[in-house]
């Protein structure tokens, strides 16, 4: 059975010119980057040429801003825990609910240690309230961490308006934002429109590289107080020995996704907006998560009321096709998303969602064939719901409503 991978905002397939570009540094240029004799200075210089590449596809930032990292989670940490120790004055984080756990846990570990947070809250599109954001920001803000794109719902957050505002209001506002979902997809130049953040991260195997890399930019000035201690590499900010294929694999693939970026986005949001287009239209009692917002061109969130995500998932896999839900119950819990009960998704939908979320290698053959099982595999699990009524094919009279 061929698969239909429609999963790329949890992990993509390594390109294979990524992985051509990788493969003589695990056979041939093998040297310790750090060494001192011949063969190992190429390797170094294969690294200090991934860092150029990247600095210059993030819109001609320093190479010396660029700090090479195993992935956006150790990336986050760097920034918001390494900005705390090196800040130590003030003592106060503004961030969303609907961010990553790689960035809500670390916020909510700080605020633990006694540092004041606020958690701006996220309307029903997963938009928040500039004047909240605004009325946020006091004299004792520390940092400003807030993602580009949200990775369940793929709404894009103004980042070039926050953090222009963070710094006219004061300088010494340190911003961050996660990145992970954007950068390939989104114009991501931090010279003209993101000219104004300080720390961005983001990570190898959202973009078609390896996983196990990642990036940090930050802005030269920034104080932000190495995370992980051992060693002189990385200009003494990260230590550990560099991994030398995966850092090149990570040069290989921006290159690979700047350079096709705007056809790539267009073919794509063509294919989502297809799906989004065809499964709203066949199946009754269905909503998009995030509709009305900006959103990332490649996916689509969508809430099915009256079944479970975890039944979606397995009907899916059985035609080989591959999503992922909002509900946390497919990894052990009955909670719903954190994201989709930020932004008020009803009782009736919020365990029911599912994410597609498209890449440079789907067809339209693909999304033909979804639109095709998907909405039987609704018909199916709807016969199974004490909600739904089989024979009027509308929920039960007892049935919870649908805004509540």
Not at 157 to 184: M, Y
Not at 256 to 272: F, G, Y
Request: proline residues 5%.
């Amino acid at each position: 059975m061929k698969v239909i991978y429609l999963d790329n905002n949890a992990t993509t397939p390594v390109a294979p010119e990524v992985f051509q570009s990788m493969v003589p540094f695990f056979t041939e240029d093998y040297f310790n980057a750090s060494s001192m004799y011949e063969p190992a200075q190429h390797t170094a210089r294969a690294i200090a040429a991934a860092r150029k590449s990247i600095a210059s596809g993030l819109g001609s930032a320093d190479p010396s801003e660029i700090l090479f990292t195993s992935c956006a989670t150790e990336s986050n940490n760097t920034a918001i825990l390494g900005t705390a120790r090196g800040n130590p004055n003030r003592r106060h984080i503004i961030t969303t609910t609907v961010e990553h756990p790689a960035v809500l846990e670390v916020c909510k570990e700080l605020e633990r240690g006694g540092y004041r947070v606020t958690y701006l809250n996220v309307d029903r599109s997963g938009n928040f309230d500039l004047g909240d954001f605004i009325r946020a920001l006091s004299e004792d803000t520390l940092l400003v961490t807030i993602m580009h794109a949200n990775n369940e719902t793929g709404v894009i957050f103004p980042i070039e308006q926050l953090s222009r505002i963070t710094k006219e209001t004061d300088p010494a506002i340190v911003f961050h934002t996660d990145a992970t979902q954007t950068v390939g997809k989104l114009p991501v130049d931090l010279t003209r429109n993101l000219v104004h953040v300080d720390l961005l991260s983001f990570s190898g195997h959202k973009l078609h590289a390896p996983k196990g890399v990642g990036a940090l930019f930050i802005r030269r000035g920034s104080r932000c107080r190495p995370f992980m201690i051992g060693g002189h590499q990385e200009s003494g900010r990260r230590g550990g020995t560099e991994n030398v294929a995966f850092i090149v694999g990570l040069a290989k693939a921006l290159q690979l996704a700047l350079a096709s970026r705007e056809p790539d986005d267009a073919r794509i949001a063509r294919l989502r907006d297809r799906l989004e287009t065809a499964l709203l239209a066949a199946i009754p009692y269905s909503q998009v998560n995030g509709k009305g917002a900006d959103r990332l061109p490649n996916t689509l969130n969508l809430s099915i009321h009256y079944i479970e995500g975890e039944g979606i998932l397995y009907q899916l896999s059985e035609h080989g096709i591959c999503a992922s839900s909002g509900s946390a119950c497919t990894s052990g819990s009955l909670e719903p998303s954190h994201v989709l009960r930020a932004m008020h998704v009803p009782f009736t939908a919020v365990h029911g969602s599912v994410r597609f979320s498209l890449g440079r290698y789907n067809t339209a053959e693909e999304i033909e064939k979804v639109i095709e099982v998907f909405p039987q595999i609704v018909v199916n699990l709807r016969k199974l719901s004490p909600y739904w009524d089989n024979e009027r094919n509308t929920p039960r009279p007892d049935a919870p409503r649908l805004d509540e």
